[in-house]
C-alpha cells in the first residue's frame, strides 16, 4: 500500500506530509483548498508531465516522496532488475521526484537510484490506479472499453497471439514489398548488393581479430625501434664489459668472502645469487623474443592495408567486423531473394495465407471468448449499477468486426440503457457525466477481484451526484477497498462516512501566503468536517446528529 506522501513546495502546498492506511482513505475539503493538489503531487511520482508552474512561488523546485510497504514484491523486482535499480529492502519502495522553477527538468530516483521519468511511469502502471474526471472520459474510448473487456476476461495469452500473428503478416508483407519493383529497379538493387557482397568477401574477414591485426601493426611499424631497444637492454643486462649482471656476479664473490666474516652476509649472498638468476633470465626472455621479430617491409604494408580496408568497411557498413559480417550475411539472403525474385514472391504470397489464415483463427478464438467474457461483464456491471441508483438500468457490450488488427478482429462498444423503456445506446451517446463516474465505479468494482494494481485512487467519483446516491457511493468503494488500498478526494459527507481513515484538507493565510494543510481527523473533529460538509461552516445540533448518524450507519 501507499504507506506516506511528502510534497514540498508543490502549487499551494508548502509542506505537508500523510501517512495512508490500508482500505478507503477519504480526503475532504472546501473546493480550492487543495485537495486535488494531492492527486497531483502523486501523478507526479507515476511519470505525469512536469512543469516548473507547479512549483510554488518564490521556491527553487518542489519535491515529492511516496513510500510504499509490499507484502509481495515478485510484480515489481523484475523490473528493478531490469532498470539496474536497488531492490526493495522489507518490502519497502521509495519514489523520489524533484522538478526546478528556472528549467522544468528535474531528478528522479527509485530507492535512492537516478532514473528516468518513463521508469517511474512503468513502475508506477504496477502500483496505482488513478481516476480522475479525465480517466472517467476514457470510459468512452472503444480501445479503453476492448482493454477493459480483456483484462476482465483475463485474455492476455490471446490478445498476444493476435499480436504476434498480426506482426508476422506485416513481417511478410514488408518483405514482399522488398522484392516488388520494375525490373529495372530490381536489377540495380542486384547489382548494388553484389558489389557490396564482393567487397567485404574480398577483405577476408572470417576469422580477423581487429586487436591483433592492430598489435601486429604496432609491432611492424615500430620493429627496428623496438630492436634497437632490445638490443640495448639486454647489452645492459648481461652483455656488456659493466653490465648488470657482471657487477652482481662480483658483488656475491665478495659477499662469498664476507661471509666468513659475518653470518648475515649468507643471506644477503643467496640474495645476490637470486638476483643475478632474475637478470640472467630476464635478459634471455628479452633476446628470445627479438629473435621473433622481423623487419619485413612487405608484410608491414600488406597489414596497412588490411587496416585501411577495414576501416573504410566500419565506415560503410558497420563499426565492428561482428556488424560488416552480419551486414554481409544480410546482404547474401537479400541478394538471394532478388535473384531468385519469382520463386521468392510466390513462396511469400503462400506464407502469406497461412499467416493471415492463423491470425484469423487467432482472431475467432479470442472473438468467441469475448463474446462469453462480455455477457458475464454486461451482467456483473448491471448487478452493480442498480446498487448505484439505476434499479432498472442495463449494461451490454456489443462486439462488431473490424479489420485484423494487434487486438484481434473485434470493436467493443459499452451499451447503457439507464431507464425502462429506452433503448439500448452506445454509452459515448447518452451518458452524462454523472452517469460515467457512476458506470466506471461499477466496472471498477467488478474488475477489483482481477486487478493485481494494490493502490486505487478516485478523484471526483461521486461527481455530479446527488446526497443520496453517495450512501452507494461509498458503500461501493468500502467493497472495492477490502481488496485494494483506496484513496478518494469527495465532497458528498456520505461518502466521506464510509471512509476506514478521514483526512481533511484546509487553506489558510499566514503572512501573506496561502497555505494548505491536511490533517487526520477522528472522533469529534470528524463529525464538525461531515457537518461541514452537511451544512456548510455554520455548524448546528442538527448536522451535527446527521453527522454522527452517518458514521454510525456506514
Same mark, same amino acid.
Given at each position: ?23 478507503? %482513505? ?39 516522496? #511516496? ?9 515489481? #523486482? ?27 527538468? &528535474? ?33 468512452? %474510448? ?33 518483405? /514482399? ?64 664489459? %659493466?653490465? #648488470? ?20 652476509? +649468507? ?20 633476446? /628470445? ?25 566500419? /565506415? ?15 546482404? /547474401? ?30 482472431? +475467432? ?7 462469453? #467474457? ?14 448505484? &441508483? ?17 487486438? &484481434? ?10 431507464? =425502462? ?22 466496472? +471498477? ?59 481533511? =484538507? ?49
Amino acid at each position: 500500500m501507499l504507506q506516506s506522501l511528502r510534497v514540498k513546495n508543490f502549487a499551494i502546498v508548502e509542506s505537508l506530509q500523510v501517512e495512508f492506511g490500508p482500505g478507503l %482513505n477519504v480526503i475532504t475539503g472546501e473546493t480550492g483548498a487543495g485537495k486535488s493538489v494531492l492527486v497531483g503531487a502523486l501523478g507526479l511520482l507515476l511519470g505525469m508531465r512536469a512543469d516548473r508552474t507547479q512549483v510554488r512561488a518564490g521556491a527553487d523546485q518542489c519535491q515529492v516522496e #511516496a513510500v510504499f510497504t509490499l507484502s509481495d514484491t515478485s510484480a515489481i #523486482a523484475p523490473l528493478l532488475d531490469e532498470l539496474d535499480l536497488p531492490p526493495c529492502e522489507d518490502g519497502v519502495l521509495i519514489l523520489r521526484r524533484s522538478v526546478s522553477a528556472a528549467s522544468g527538468a &528535474g531528478k528522479c530516483t527509485i530507492n535512492d537510484g537516478a532514473t528516468t521519468v518513463q521508469a517511474l511511469k512503468r513502475l508506477g502502471d504496477l502500483l496505482v490506479d488513478l481516476h480522475g474526471p479525465h480517466e472517467h472520459q476514457s470510459l468512452l %474510448n472503444p480501445d479503453f472499453q476492448l482493454n477493459l473487456l480483456d483484462a476482465f476476461g483475463r485474455h492476455t495469452d490471446a490478445r498476444e497471439a493476435c499480436r504476434h500473428a498480426y506482426e508476422f503478416v506485416l513481417d511478410i508483407d514488408r518483405r /514482399r514489398r522488398e522484392l516488388e519493383g520494375d525490373d529495372r529497379t530490381v536489377a540495380q538493387q542486384i547489382e548494388m548488393l553484389e558489389y557490396q557482397v564482393k567487397e567485404i568477401e574480398a577483405a577476408q574477414l572470417e576469422g580477423l581479430s581487429e586487436e591483433t591485426l592492430a598489435n601486429e601493426h604496432a609491432l611492424l611499424a615500430n620493429a627496428q625501434e623496438i630492436l634497437a631497444l632490445g638490443q640495448s637492454i639486454t647489452a645492459a643486462l648481461t652483455e656488456e664489459e %659493466n653490465a #648488470a649482471f657482471s657487477r652482481i656476479v662480483d658483488a656475491r664473490r665478495q659477499l662469498d668472502a664476507m661471509a666468513r666474516l659475518t653470518m648475515e652476509a +649468507k643471506a644477503w649472498e643467496s640474495e645476490a645469487e637470486s638476483l643475478a638468476s632474475s637478470l640472467q633470465a630476464l635478459s634471455t626472455s628479452i633476446q /628470445r623474443r627479438l629473435q621473433a621479430i622481423e623487419v619485413d617491409p612487405e608484410r608491414l604494408r600488406w597489414v596497412e592495408d588490411r587496416v585501411g580496408i577495414l576501416h573504410k568497411l566500419k /565506415r560503410k557498413y558497420g563499426g565492428s567486423i561482428e556488424d560488416i559480417l552480419a551486414f554481409l550475411a544480410e546482404s /547474401r539472403t537479400r541478394l538471394k531473394d532478388l535473384s531468385t525474385r519469382t520463386e521468392r514472391l510466390a513462396t511469400l504470397d503462400a506464407e502469406r495465407k497461412t499467416a493471415e489464415q492463423a491470425l484469423r483463427a487467432a482472431g +475467432k478464438s479470442l472473438t468467441t471468448r469475448r463474446q462469453k #467474457a462480455g455477457q458475464e461483464l454486461g451482467r456483473a456491471v448491471t448487478s452493480h449499477l442498480r446498487e448505484l &441508483g439505476f434499479p432498472h438500468g442495463e449494461f451490454r457490450v456489443e462486439l462488431a468486426a473490424s479489420a485484423p488488427r494487434p487486438s &484481434g478482429l473485434d470493436t467493443a462498444e459499452f451499451g447503457f440503457a439507464p431507464n =425502462v423503456g429506452e433503448p439500448m445506446r452506445p454509452l459515448r451517446l447518452i451518458a452524462s457525466s454523472g452517469e460515467i463516474s457512476r458506470v466506471m465505479l461499477a466496472t +471498477k468494482a467488478v474488475l477489483a477481484k482481477h486487478d493485481r494494481v494494490p493502490v486505487l485512487v478516485f478523484d471526483e467519483v461521486d461527481a455530479n451526484v446527488g446526497g443520496e446516491m453517495g450512501v452507494a457511493i461509498g458503500e461501493k468503494l468500502a467493497t472495492i477497498a477490502q481488496r485494494h488500498q483506496v484513496l478518494c478526494i469527495t465532497h458528498l459527507p456520505q461518502v466521506a462516512a464510509h471512509g476506514t481513515l478521514h483526512f481533511a =484538507v484546509v487553506k489558510r493565510v499566514t503572512k501573506g501566503r496561502t497555505l494548505t494543510e491536511i490533517t487526520t481527523v477522528e472522533g469529534t473533529t470528524r463529525e464538525e468536517e461531515i457537518a461541514r460538509m452537511l451544512g456548510g461552516k455554520d455548524l448546528t445540533t442538527v448536522t451535527l446528529r446527521h453527522a454522527r448518524e452517518l458514521l454510525a450507519r456506514k
